[in-house]
C-alpha cells in the first residue's frame, strides 16, 4: 500500500500525461522515505503521448515482468507504471481487446503472439538506442531514459541505420573520444 502522506510530485508513466500532470504520492527514495521533491521545470513541460506509446509502455512492463517473475499481475503492473489498479486494469482491458494480451480477472496476463512481437521490437529498439547513446559518451542513467523517450514512433529503417552506427562507433571508440574532446 502507497504511504499517502508524502508529498511528491513524479512525471507519470500513463496515459495521464495526456490529460496534464498531478501531484501524486510515491515513494521516490525508499520506504519510509519522507522527502519532498518539487518538479523541476524541465519535468513540468509534457509532450502529449500519442495512445500507441502508452499501448507499447504497458506491453513492454508486461514482457519484462513475465520475463522476471514468470507471470504478470494487475498490481504489479500499476505499481511499476505508477498508476492506480483501476487505470492498470482499464489499460490491460484495451490491450485485451486490441489483440495483445490474453486477460482473465483475478488469473493474470499472457501476452498473443502479436503482444510478443510488439514487446520484442521496442526491446529492440531501445537497446539499439541505449548502446547508441552510450557509445557517444552519454551516461547510463541518462542513456536509457533517453531511449525510453525516443523509442516510440521510430521507423524500423531508422532503427537499422541507428543501430550501424552503433555498431561503428563501438568498433571505432577513438571516434567518440575526439568527439568528447570538441
Same mark, same amino acid.
Given at each position: 500500500?502507497?504511504?499517502?502522506? #508524502?508529498?511528491?510530485? =513524479?512525471?507519470?508513466? +500513463? $496515459?495521464?500525461?495526456?490529460?496534464?500532470?498531478? /501531484?501524486?504520492?510515491?515513494?521516490?527514495?525508499? @520506504?519510509?522515505?519522507?522527502? *519532498?521533491?518539487?518538479?523541476?521545470? &524541465?519535468?513540468?513541460?509534457? !509532450? @502529449?503521448?500519442? @495512445?500507441?506509446?502508452?499501448?507499447? %509502455?504497458?506491453? $513492454?512492463?508486461?514482457?519484462?515482468?513475465?520475463? *522476471?517473475?514468470?507471470?504478470?499481475?494487475?498490481? %504489479?503492473?500499476?505499481?511499476?507504471?505508477?498508476?492506480?489498479? +483501476?487505470?492498470? *486494469?482499464?489499460?490491460?482491458?484495451?490491450?485485451?481487446? &486490441?489483440?495483445?494480451?490474453?486477460?482473465?480477472?483475478?488469473?493474470?496476463?499472457? =501476452? !498473443?503472439?502479436?503482444?510478443?512481437?510488439?514487446? +520484442?521490437?521496442?526491446?529492440?529498439?531501445?537497446? *539499439?538506442?541505449?548502446? =547508441? #547513446?552510450?557509445?557517444?559518451?552519454?551516461?547510463?542513467?541518462?542513456?536509457? /531514459? %533517453?531511449?525510453?523517450?525516443? $523509442?516510440?514512433?521510430?521507423?524500423?529503417?531508422?532503427?537499422?541505420?541507428?543501430?550501424?552506427?552503433? %555498431?561503428?562507433? $563501438?568498433?571505432? @571508440?577513438?571516434?567518440?573520444?575526439?568527439?568528447?574532446?570538441?
Amino acid at each position: 500500500m502507497r504511504n499517502r502522506s #508524502l508529498s511528491i510530485v =513524479l512525471p507519470l508513466r +500513463s $496515459e495521464l500525461f495526456n490529460k496534464g500532470l498531478s /501531484e501524486r504520492s510515491a515513494n521516490a527514495s525508499g @520506504p519510509g522515505s519522507e522527502q *519532498t521533491r518539487e518538479m523541476t521545470q &524541465e519535468q513540468k513541460v509534457v !509532450t @502529449p503521448r500519442a @495512445p500507441e506509446e502508452a499501448t507499447e %509502455d504497458y506491453i $513492454e512492463m508486461i514482457s519484462e515482468l513475465i520475463q *522476471t517473475k514468470g507471470f504478470a499481475a494487475v498490481s %504489479d503492473i500499476a505499481e511499476r507504471m505508477n498508476v492506480t489498479k +483501476s487505470s492498470a *486494469t482499464y489499460i490491460i482491458k484495451k490491450l485485451d481487446k &486490441e489483440g495483445y494480451v490474453v486477460h482473465e480477472k483475478y488469473r493474470g496476463l499472457a =501476452l !498473443t503472439e502479436s503482444g510478443r512481437n510488439l514487446a +520484442s521490437k521496442m526491446k529492440r529498439y531501445h537497446e *539499439t538506442l541505449t548502446r =547508441l #547513446l552510450l557509445a557517444l559518451g552519454i551516461p547510463e542513467k541518462i542513456a536509457r /531514459e %533517453d531511449a525510453e523517450k525516443i $523509442e516510440h514512433g521510430l521507423h524500423n529503417r531508422s532503427l537499422i541505420r541507428l543501430r550501424e552506427l552503433a %555498431d561503428y562507433l $563501438e568498433a571505432n @571508440p577513438e571516434i567518440v573520444q575526439k568527439l568528447n574532446k570538441e
